[in-house]
């Protein structure tokens, strides 16, 4: 991880409609005051749950591409979970509408959600550095 975030400060998204700045994509400082601990111990944890998120990814679309909207569930629930835990609030945001898209079967809701949750995680790995 080449850095936790650009400048410092917590990395959020301009709205392009109104110019406001919205929530925090990315807010490793809060998490990491949250969890209380030092900036070396959040690095390891940060990697740990990044690599599991990676696999969970990897599940989401196997589940997606079969049409199995049980394991949909279980994977953005957990993914929406991981990702909260480390600051990532905007792919946690993506994952949820994934996963309540899901749950409700509205398949063309989910396609959308699916392609946003995949924006969110390309964001979120330019802003640390891993592709």
Request: proline residues 4%; charged residues 25%; hydrophobic residues 40%.
């Amino acid at each position: 991880m080449k850095g936790l975030y650009p400048g410092g400060e917590p990395a959020g998204e301009e709205s392009r409609e109104t110019g406001a700045r919205e929530p925090a994509t990315f807010d490793p400082e809060g998490a990491r005051h949250h969890m209380g601990i030092d900036p070396d111990g959040f690095r390891r944890i940060f990697d740990c749950i990044w690599h599991e998120v990676a696999k969970r990814r990897t599940l989401l679309d196997e589940a997606y591409e079969a049409g199995d909207l049980d394991r949909v569930v279980l994977q953005a629930h957990t993914i929406k979970s991981s990702a909260a835990s480390i600051g990532a609030q905007a792919l946690s945001r993506a994952a949820a509408v994934v996963e309540q898209a899901a749950r409700d079967k509205a398949l063309g809701e989910l396609a959308a959600a699916m392609v946003h949750f995949h924006a969110a995680k390309d964001t979120l790995s330019r802003l640390v550095g891993i592709v």
